[in-house]
């Protein structure tokens, strides 16, 4: 069975600072997604980014960096420079590859909030 | 421009009331999916179906019923509404080949009283 584990309930952090959120995830499949999905206060799931099992690359998009370490079986996510809209909560996930190699469902962590403040 | 679409955003209901929560997408996407969030629980998966006429339970899914008799909806029933299903239901949807992401609708807050 799959699972995603956030161990970090809550952070909070000044403006500017610079801020990591752990995921850490256990699948037996050779094959798998990950991704980090960010819910602002209204509400909404808003899709980051997507990886999959074989592209181990780091990838930055602005201030958003992700570090994916298949020997630690972790995907972490770093804010540089954080700013007041970044306050949400961020969800990690993982998703088995089914035998044709598309994507299964989804398994979430249970989230990490994150608070920015001036 | 293509959507997913899910209805009512907000219902308070009864106990042992029978509830239908709609989702509606036009991406055309095979796989549809329902969750709930909790806090606590983040989001777990009650209901899925690859394709029409195909459903499967998911961690959650006692209490819940789903079928799929077209590729656009996959409408949410709780036979009989229990104060534990109480929560923020989503469903979504993604494309069967490949993984390009998943689209989520809005949210559907249940309130069961």
């Known amino acids: 069975a799959q699972k995603v584990t956030q161990a970090q309930t809550e952070i909070s952090v000044v403006e500017k600072e610079d801020v990591t959120l752990d995921c850490v995830y256990e699948?037996?499949?050779?094959?798998?997604?990950l991704f980090w999905y960010k819910q602002p206060p209204s509400g909404e799931l808003v899709f980051l980014i997507r990886?999959?099992?074989?592209?181990?690359q780091n990838e930055i998009s602005g201030r958003y960096s992700w570090n994916f370490q298949k020997s630690t079986s972790s995907f972490n996510f770093t804010i540089t420079a954080s700013q007041v809209v970044d306050s949400a909560v961020y969800f990690c996930a993982l998703s088995e590859a089914t035998i044709s190699g598309t994507a299964s469902k989804l398994t979430f962590g249970t989230g990490t909030r994150l608070q920015v403040t001036l | 421009d293509a959507e997913i679409t899910q209805s009512p955003r907000h219902k308070i209901t009864e106990t042992g009331r029978q509830v239908t929560l709609a989702c509606h997408q036009t991406w055309n996407h095979n796989n549809m999916f329902w969750y709930r969030q909790d806090l606590g629980h983040g989001l777990r998966l009650i209901h899925y179906s690859y394709g029409v006429h195909d459903t499967n339970k998911g961690e959650v899914s006692d209490g819940y019923s789903v079928s799929r008799s077209n590729t656009e909806d996959l409408p949410l029933t709780l036979e009989s509404a229990a104060s534990s299903q109480t929560s923020v239901y989503f469903c979504?949807?993604?494309?069967?080949?490949?993984?390009?992401?998943?689209?989520f609708g809005s949210g559907t807050r249940l309130t069961v009283v």
């Open positions: 990886r999959n099992s074989f592209d181990e």
């Open positions: 699948t037996r499949d050779t094959t798998y997604y």
């Open positions: 979504a949807s993604s494309e069967s080949q490949g993984s390009t992401g998943y689209t």
